[in-house]
């Protein structure tokens, strides 16, 4: 299957959330404008400052129209406490066999560390917008509230 890109309809691949509940970005098609982000690893810097900046932000988002949701390895029990220690109002999507990240094509950095890369799609379940750092982790949250307000207009 070759990667996801911008135009191309998000897969409807459903991952157990950080409450053991199946979650898809495609089950807010018809809804939402959806902030799909794929990080390395919970609680680590980075990882901690760039979910801290879609938790700030995320009122913003929802009154866009948008919902957001973070995507990484870890366990469910892992998106919990990192949920719970940083005050995330957001989804966590466990990805523990890398499904979603494949499917989105979501390469692993120097070969080792998981990709950094968020996506923003439509509310007809279209990608229109990625970005790919895995230095600049706040402007993942600053390039996608611009498209997602762009979309909502």
Do not use: W
């Amino acid at each position: 299957m070759p990667p996801i890109e911008i135009g191309d309809h998000v897969p409807d691949i459903k991952l157990p959330d950080q409450d053991g509940n199946p979650v898809s970005p495609a089950d807010f098609k018809g809804s939402k404008t959806v902030v799909l982000y794929f990080y390395p690893k919970d609680n680590t810097p980075g990882c901690s400052a760039e979910a801290c900046g879609f938790r700030d932000a995320y009122e913003d988002f929802v009154d866009a129209g948008a919902e957001v949701i973070g995507v990484s390895s870890d366990s469910e029990e892992s998106h919990r406490g990192f949920a719970a220690s940083r005050k995330l109002p957001f989804t966590l999507l466990s990805d523990e066999r890398g499904d979603l990240r494949k499917a989105f094509g979501v390469a692993k950095t120097f070969g080792i560390l998981p990709g950094r890369v968020t996506y923003v799609i439509d509310r007809e379940g279209i990608v229109r917008h990625m970005f790919n750092s895995q230095l600049f982790v706040g402007r993942h949250v600053t390039q996608a509230l611009e498209v997602v307000r762009s979309l909502s207009n």
